[in-house]
């Protein structure tokens, strides 16, 4: 993900990933900081801890300004690319994940290897996931409580 | 907490908690089942992965009648009761956490001993949180989602 919060194309397909993990028992959060200085565009965890980056390309040149994604792997134990119905998938190597969304939902067309995280990355992943995920949920909940009362 | 939801006084109180935890770096949500089939009012998760549960109580006559507390700790690494400024505070043993709180905040009376958990525990209780949080977070954004689409 670049700098600024995802393009209106990107955030529907963001919303389509989310409710196929959220389908499947996984809490999905969008816009995850990494200790890296990066930004998942979607974070799954799953109920026996996988944790899922889901990197979205909103199109052909999206994908091919950024070749960065492997450093996402870091901090998953799965990866996939999550694009439009219209995106050209043969630009996508075969042996990475990848899911095709719209605004309602995303199918699999197939999974990428899984390359279990170390225990410590792993805690520090999933507590970011914790607090942030509560952090944002008081923010709406209660959005003074944010501003410093 | 019982099995209904909290009532007013006690959200005010739940309100004020979070705002005080959330001011000291922890993310915190209300009303979280554990694995025990009850339900901490609030449970706070810091930078550290320390777990903080708290019972509200929003009167005399609802202390008296819960005794169950205890049952709690098997949860977290800190414990403590919530009550409002009119409560009794000569009714809880001074070995216990004790918060005064309002819909604005709280003060810490005392903190409770630490009894840290062990590393299985504190992973399920962390990971609950996590996926939890996130959900609802999710149905808030995304009303539909939670509904089957």
Known sequence: A?????????????RGVCRHFLAAGYGCLIEVPLRSGRRADVMALGADG?????????????????????????????FYFAVGETFPQALIPSEIGLLVADRYGAAAIRDGPVHRLAGAR????????????????????????LGGL
Do not use: H
Request: charged share 30%; hydrophobic share 45%.
């Open 2 to 14: 670049a700098a600024a919060s995802l393009s209106s194309v990107a955030a529907g397909i963001a």
């Open 50 to 78: 996988e944790v899922v980056i889901v990197e979205i390309k909103s199109g052909a040149q999206d994908y091919r300004s950024d070749q960065k994604w492997r450093d996402y792997r870091e901090f998953c134990d799965r």
């Open 122 to 145: 792993r805690k520090a992943v999933s507590l970011r996931f914790a607090r942030l995920s509560a952090m944002r949920l008081q923010a709406v909940l209660d959005p003074p409580a």
